[in-house]
């Protein structure tokens, strides 16, 4: 099982991502926000707002928004 250990942004919907491994996936999640969860992460200024949370090892967002690491794991490219 993967776990994201820091998350930066780069660009449009784009993160640069770090897991457990030490491996870094650069994730493009424009095409993965579909769902009223995800609708305010359109906005690009909130989209920013993704944050690591520790506790479930995934990235999130203020209205508790989140991906599961392993997915973020297997779209991300290197």
Request: aromatic share 14%.
């Given at each position: 099982?993967?776990?994201?250990?820091?998350?930066?942004?780069?660009?449009?919907?784009?993160?640069?991502?770090?897991?457990?491994?030490?491996?870094?996936?650069?994730?493009?999640?424009?095409?993965?926000?579909?769902?009223?969860?995800?609708?305010?992460?359109?906005?690009?200024?909130?989209?920013?707002?993704?944050?690591?949370?520790?506790?479930?090892?995934?990235?999130?967002?203020?209205?508790?928004?989140?991906?599961?690491?392993e997915?973020?794991?297997?779209?991300?490219?290197?």
């Open positions: 099982m993967h776990y994201v250990t820091n998350v930066d942004y780069l660009s449009g919907y784009k993160l640069k991502l770090r897991f457990e491994d030490n491996s870094v996936k650069v994730v493009d999640l424009e095409p993965h926000l579909d769902g009223s969860i995800f609708e305010p992460l359109k906005n690009p200024d909130y989209f920013r707002k993704v944050t690591v949370n520790p506790d479930i090892d995934t990235i999130v967002w203020p209205n508790n928004a989140d991906f599961a690491p997915f973020l794991y297997e779209i991300g490219q290197e």
